[in-house]
């Protein structure tokens, strides 16, 4: 399990872990943006990547390799980003893409390779469209 020393430590000190507890656990070659905030009892698998303005809720899975995205580049000097919430009791799949600016509702499935685009209501499952090859 991970302390929030060694979250500080890793992640840099502006991390935000609200309500931390050590049975958070935090697998390894995550990147989180220093201004993203995860609540308790999160699982947050191995290569994950969670964007800036990125707010976790309770009881989040996140499987690994899963990426919240946050933000959108006009151009090399204008940034434009706004706050991306995973709602609480939700399940990501691994290798899931989630856009950014988008509300993820609570208790919310969400399939394994499943790329996300729009808001998505409390208590519904999202599966990904394979394409053709």
């Known amino acids: 399990m991970v302390s929030f020393d060694v979250i500080q430590k890793y992640f840099g000190p502006l991390v935000k872990v609200e309500d931390f507890v050590v049975s958070t656990p935090i697998y390894h070659q995550c990147v989180m943006h220093k201004s993203a905030a995860i609540r308790v009892s999160v699982t947050i698998g191995e290569n994950c990547l969670l964007g800036a303005n990125t707010k976790v809720e309770d009881g989040v899975e996140l499987g690994p390799g899963v990426i919240v995205l946050n933000h959108t580049t006009i ?29 993820i509702g609570n208790f919310v499935n969400i399939c394994p390779g499943a790329v996300v685009v729009e808001d998505i209501p409390d208590f519904s499952t999202v599966f990904g469209k394979t394409l053709p090859f």
């Open 75 to 103: 151009n090399t000097y204008v940034k434009v980003g706004r706050e991306t919430v995973v709602g609480g009791g939700t399940n990501i799949g691994t290798g899931s893409i989630i856009d950014a600016f988008l509300k």
